[in-house]
């Protein structure tokens, strides 16, 4: 048995031989209603548009190069 499998509270529920389950939404509905708070700040749009920024310059560098590399 995998530390993953062990980890699964929705696992230990249905047994070992029981067909793969549901996750019910109940699991994680109060982080993923933290993140969606968040999401809704003003505060939140700045490190967003960095991190995008950000992975816009290193897609631009990576393409560089590797035409770099090819020449």
């Known amino acids: 048995m995998t530390t993953l499998m062990k980890a ?3 696992k230990a529920k ?3 031989d029981a067909r793969a389950g549901k996750i019910t939404p109940d ?3 109060d982080a993923c209603q933290i993140a ?14 960095r991190r995008k920024r950000a ?3 290193f ?3 990576n393409a560089i190069s590797i035409s770099a590399a090819s020449d």
């Open 59 to 61: 897609a631009h560098i």
């Open 8 to 10: 699964c509270r929705s």
């Open 14 to 16: 249905r047994g070992p």
């Open 27 to 29: 699991e994680f509905e």
């Open 36 to 49: 969606r708070s968040i999401a809704r700040t003003l505060q939140s749009d700045v490190p967003m548009k």
């Open 55 to 57: 992975k816009t310059l």
